[in-house]
């Protein structure tokens, strides 16, 4: 059972960076090669949305949110099973729990969108001065 582990967050001003990282443990029946991951987001009185995700097989494929675009920056260490999203020029509105999840079926083409197998239980962002 792939088990996503999120960390990094915490309080930061507007402009700040922050950087997640979301460790995949357990993975020693798979490759963590082979899984795509994605970050979510979900703030109070809102739905969860994507923010970005990564496919793998080596393809790197990104994909990124609007709202996120040219801000935050997703990346993956296979070796370490942890997938990263730095952040920066953060806003009031980036403010949410962050969500790292995984699954296989996103491996060569990752989307994002929210039908991922496996979660984690999220960190908190908060932008405010």
């Not at 020693?28 to 969860?48: H, I, K, M, T």
């Not at 962050?98 to 197998?117: F, L, R, W």
């Amino acid at each position: 059972q792939l088990q996503p582990v999120e960390s990094g967050g915490g309080l930061v001003q507007p402009g700040g960076s922050l950087r997640l990282s979301c460790v995949v443990s357990d993975v020693s029946e798979w490759s963590l090669d082979g899984f795509g991951v994605a970050w979510f987001r979900q703030a109070p009185g809102r739905e969860r949305e994507g923010v970005s995700c990564i496919s793998a097989f080596g393809s790197g494929k990104t994909v990124y949110a609007d709202s996120v675009k040219g801000r935050f920056t997703i990346s993956r260490d296979n070796a370490k099973t942890t997938v990263y999203l730095q952040m920066t020029s953060l806003k009031p509105e980036d403010t949410a729990v962050y969500y790292c999840a995984a699954d296989a079926a996103y491996g060569s083409s990752c989307e994002i969108v929210t039908d991922y197998h496996f979660w984690g239980h999220g960190t908190q962002v908060t932008v405010s001065s």
